[in-house]
């Protein structure tokens, strides 16, 4: 028999995404390991922690370090931010040459301060004219699909959905990514489905819905709600990544399959973590200090992650406390026996 989808194929541009259903981007989260690691499991897209598209401007290392790719990743979006219509047209174009992206995106959502107040991320979404006027100058660089990626607004006195989705539609976008909460929430609070349904309607490009996708009840729950075309996890898959194969089953209407025991789950984290460490080796090489450790960095880098892993654990809070102590495999290893998470 076969499986009926609930969700069908989505083109964005000449992209065709069979599963248009996506690791959303997290800064500090979503690199070229996490993001392998949820393909492992199914999820149908990704996108890359922010970039500064000044900093690619300009060939800084850092910054293109941040658009590391593995091979044999699901289709990847550079997820690039700033305020100035031609470096993040300039940004773009390179990026395209790389050759390694499936499309690029344009963030125009991050609350934090430092974006904020330098007019890039969220201050977009104040300035609706501004917004059109850099999508259709990176339209204008690239042959790559264009996405964006915005919320229901600042704050509800500031200008809404509408707008915003006129905006993107002008400046040429593809497709419309929007995160149900305002920016002044940052990512706590309901998630406003009523207005993400208010953009889908809207809009005549595709809309992905955002926000609060921690099941498979919550993402059926969002497309039944608003209609999108397709939809983002962000939270709900850190320290989850098999979310992605409960959320296929769920929208091809098929069996989900079991949650992975202990040792499963002690193999994924482990995968995840030398995924990272296989990541700081070629961060290595970029690092102008010739004695970079890349196992403490990917152990260091692996705390946040692990906490999730972990999370309602017997014995989770003293893990919690030696998680400062997190520098090598073995620290790694032992943590694991300490929560009983002991299977080899
Ligand atoms: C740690 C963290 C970092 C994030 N970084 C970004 C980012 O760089 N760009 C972006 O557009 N959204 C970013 N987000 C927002 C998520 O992509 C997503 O829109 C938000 O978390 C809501 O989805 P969720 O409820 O499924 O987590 C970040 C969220 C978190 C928690």
């Not at 989260?29 to 690691?37: E, H, N, Q, S, V």
């Not at 044999?72 to 305020?83: C, D, K, L, Q, R």
């Not at 909460?181 to 998630?191: D, E, K, L």
């Not at 296989?278 to 450790?293: T, Y």
Request: aromatic share 6%; proline share 6%.
């Amino acid at each position: 028999m076969v499986a009926h989808m609930l969700i069908p194929p989505l083109n964005i541009g000449q992209l065709t995404l069979p599963f248009p259903v996506a690791l959303s981007p997290m800064a500090g989260y979503t690199d070229a390991a996490m993001r392998g690691l949820c393909c492992e499991f199914g999820c149908g897209f990704s996108y890359t922690e922010v970039v500064n598209a000044a900093g690619l401007a300009r060939g800084c290392r850092a910054s293109w370090h941040l658009l590391e790719t593995v091979p044999g990743e699901a289709p990847v979006g550079a997820h690039i931010y700033g305020n100035d219509a031609e470096v993040l047209a300039k940004a773009a174009a390179q990026i395209e040459q790389t050759g390694r992206f499936a499309f690029i995106d344009i963030n125009a959502g991050c609350p934090v301060r430092k974006i904020v107040s330098k007019g890039s991320g969220a201050a977009l979404m104040r300035n609706p004219a501004k917004l059109q006027q850099i999508t259709a100058a990176v339209r204008t660089a690239i042959k790559l699909p264009l996405t964006v990626k915005t919320r229901i607004g600042f704050s509800p006195q500031d200008p809404g959905v509408d707008e915003l989705v006129d905006a993107v539609e002008r400046g040429g976008a593809d497709a419309l990514a929007i995160h149900g909460r305002y920016a002044i929430h940052h990512h706590s609070g309901a998630v406003n489905l009523p207005l993400i349904k208010q953009a889908k309607e809207r809009a005549r490009i595709p809309v992905l819905g955002n926000g609060g996708i921690k099941s498979a009840q919550d993402a059926l729950q969002m497309l039944h709600a608003t209609g999108v075309d397709g939809m983002l996890i962000g939270r709900g898959a850190i320290g989850n990544p098999w979310l992605f194969s409960a959320l296929r089953a769920a929208l091809y209407e098929s069996r989900p399959p079991a949650p992975p025991d202990d040792a499963e789950k002690r193999a994924i984290l482990m995968a995840h973590f030398e995924r990272l460490y296989a990541l700081k080796l070629i961060e290595g090489k970029f690092r102008r200090k010739a004695r970079f450790d890349a196992e403490a960095g990917a152990a260091r880098h692996f705390r946040g992650h692990l906490v999730r892993y972990l999370q309602g654990y017997p014995r989770w809070r003293q893990v919690l406390n030696r998680l400062p102590e997190l520098a090598s495999r073995n620290n790694l290893t032992e943590l694991l026996d300490a929560v009983g998470l002991n299977v080899s």
